[in-house]
């Protein structure tokens, strides 16, 4: 069999208060603990509806102060704060005592285990699917920024003969149940329906809490590694004084160095080079003239001396004028 602890009640004194705070011996004791579970138990019948997250107790020699933590103020108040002195009334008749009653607001009930169960069986109730309740329940609280989460539903689910358990854990983050310093919310409720009464438990993880001694220690030491005069790695031993803080060292002065601007003289802006001189073309060769054969009769008559040019016929008076 497995020896499970309620995870508020293994926390006490380490990062959660108690939740009944007063003190008595003998049989007073017993009867105020007694008191206390009838005093709760009739709360939480009477604000069924109004989304009671916790209830705390606070005696003192004639006055018991109740804290009452909901998401819906507004309910427990009521029209012109008719619910709370009805409901205080009831108290006083259970307790014969002089009662305060306070009412304070759950700001975000997405991450408030006994809520998330509350709202499961009240889903379970209405013939919802569990595992559809199961899964809105911890989009929901994921999206919220819970750190890791799980929901555990025992009973005859969906109207099974023979009973049986589902657990549903969220897909990323973790929910360590053994670190003590881890801020863990535990809720359980019971859901009442025709086939049964079906359990809920949801645990929810918020992230780790140091306390008030083990914070201390890591303050020092994280000061300790940041001290320039002792080496982070080494330890003081117990009793021994701490070591002397380095004295400040004056910073050397430093000598002034003046340095005069010279003048210097732009440089002369390169000449532009001139443009290259276009190419020669090439020149054609002239094409070879082929000198005509002359025929074999000029060539006879080129070696005879020219004829005296013929006068021009014309009339016989004029040669002889």
């Known amino acids: 069999m497995g020896q499970k602890v309620h995870p508020y009640g293994m926390r006490l004194g380490i990062i959660r208060p ?7 011996e003998d049989v007073r004791y017993r009867d105020q603990v007694i008191e206390d579970s009838r005093l709760r138990r009739l709360i939480r019948e009477r604000l069924r509806n109004a989304a ?3 209830i705390a107790i606070e005696r003192t020699a004639d006055t018991v102060t109740v804290i009452i933590n909901t998401a819906k103020p507004g309910v427990v108040i009521g029209r012109s704060g008719s619910g709370v002195e009805r409901l205080n009334k009831e108290i006083e008749q259970l307790l014969h005592r002089k009662v305060h009653l306070t009412v304070e607001e759950v700001k975000r009930p997405e991450l408030d285990a006994q809520l998330v169960a509350d709202s499961i069986a009240n889903q379970i109730e209405r013939r919802i699917s569990f595992r559809r309740a199961m899964r809105q329940a911890m989009q929901r609280t994921i999206k919220a920024g819970a750190e890791g989460l799980k929901i555990k539903v025992s009973g005859r689910l969906g109207g099974a003969e023979i009973a049986h358990s589902e657990t549903a854990k969220s897909p990323t983050g973790r929910v360590p149940l053994h670190t003590l310093r881890a801020d863990i919310d535990y809720g359980l409720a ?13 645990w929810i993880y918020k992230g780790e809490i140091l306390p008030d001694r083990r914070r201390k220690q890591f303050e020092e030491a994280r000061d300790r590694a940041e001290t320039p005069g002792e080496p982070a790695g080494r ?7 701490p070591a002397p803080a380095p004295e400040p060292v004056a910073p050397e002065p430093v000598e002034e160095v003046v340095v005069e601007a010279l003048a ?5 802006e ?12 090439p020149e054609l060769a002239p094409a070879p003239v082929e000198q005509e054969s002359e025929p074999l009769a000029d060539i006879a008559t080129a070696d005879e001396p020219p004829a005296a040019a ?3 016929e014309g009339d016989d008076n004029d040669v002889d004028a």
């Open 270 to 281: 390169p000449e532009p080079e001139p443009a290259p001189a276009p190419e020669p073309e």
């Open 190 to 202: 019971a859901a009442r329906t025709s086939h049964g009464n079906i359990g809920v438990k949801v």
């Open 264 to 268: 210097v003289e732009p440089a002369p």
């Open 235 to 241: 330890r003081r031993r117990r009793g021994a004084a």
């Open 52 to 54: 009671v997250s916790q």
């Open 310 to 312: 013929e006068a021009p």
């Open 18 to 24: 108690w939740l009944s705070r007063w003190f008595a």
